[in-house]
């Protein structure tokens, strides 16, 4: 990853901070993004201490010129943009009969549309120049459904018909589209899951286990890299076995 240039949303945390740092390490130049650029020290200063640069960027993923400016900005600052990821999310959790529809139009707002607006954004560059990685951060939750989780699942269901169809269009340009789908990872998400639920599905897990933010990085890593030139259009499930 030496000398690419990567942007990844939801970077403040989590699954996004460990990418962040995972890229960091390969030697791959940053642009980190969150709802708010206070939240992105701590992980700015973690990866420029790997020799790499890095940009901090607010953008709320609902506001679609915020998206677009923020990918200008990311492109201009480091010289253009080789990689994509995104992993900003939302979840409002609640049976789909209390689900309110302004919950349901939000985490849509964030989760895909905002997605939709950022690689929309970043892939004429990557088709002018002929080379460009994308990589969608989605859920088991959009493969398999989750109850109480209709509009995340939804949503997250959505990215992967999202990330098939850019696949199918940009691959004559040498241009990647892949989903890295994440099971039950220790995050905060994970965390303010109900003890009883969280319980209930960790233990449909096959590994016994929950999954790390660190082992989702690698396998985000893994469709970044060159290694994975001739992969695109794939949901890779990292579930420990919770989805099969």
Not at 31 to 43: F, G, H, Q, T
Not at 75 to 88: H, I, K, P, W
């Amino acid at each position: 990853m030496k000398g690419r240039r990567a942007l990844i949303t939801g970077a403040s945390r989590g699954i996004g901070e460990a990418i962040a740092l995972h890229l960091a390490e390969r030697g791959a130049d940053l642009a980190l993004m969150a709802s708010e650029e206070k939240n992105l020290v701590s992980v700015a200063r973690a990866a420029s201490e790997r020799g790499v640069r890095v940009v901090s960027i607010g953008a709320d993923m609902a506001d679609g010129a915020a998206v677009e400016r923020a990918v200008e900005h990311a492109r201009e600052t480091l010289g253009g943009l080789d990689c994509v990821v995104a992993n900003a999310g939302i979840t409002a959790d609640q049976l789909i009969m209390r689900l309110k529809p302004e919950d349901w139009d939000r985490v849509l707002s964030v989760n895909l549309t905002g997605t939709f607006r950022l690689v929309r954004a970043a892939v004429s560059p990557m088709i002018r120049a002929r080379y460009g990685r994308i990589v969608l951060i989605s859920s088991v939750a959009g493969l398999m459904g989750n109850p109480g989780q209709a509009a995340y699942a939804a949503s997250k269901a959505g990215l992967i018909g999202l990330a098939k169809s850019l696949a199918r269009e940009i691959a004559s340009r040498a241009v990647t589209v892949n989903v890295v789908a994440p099971g039950l990872i220790e995050t905060d998400m994970a965390r303010a899951l109900p003890e009883e639920r969280r319980a209930q599905l960790a233990s449909q897990i096959p590994l016994g286990r929950l999954g790390t933010p660190q082992e989702i990085a690698a396998a985000v890593g893994f469709l970044l890299s060159e290694e994975a030139s001739y992969i695109t259009g794939a949901v890779l499930n990292v579930s420990g076995g919770l989805y099969m």
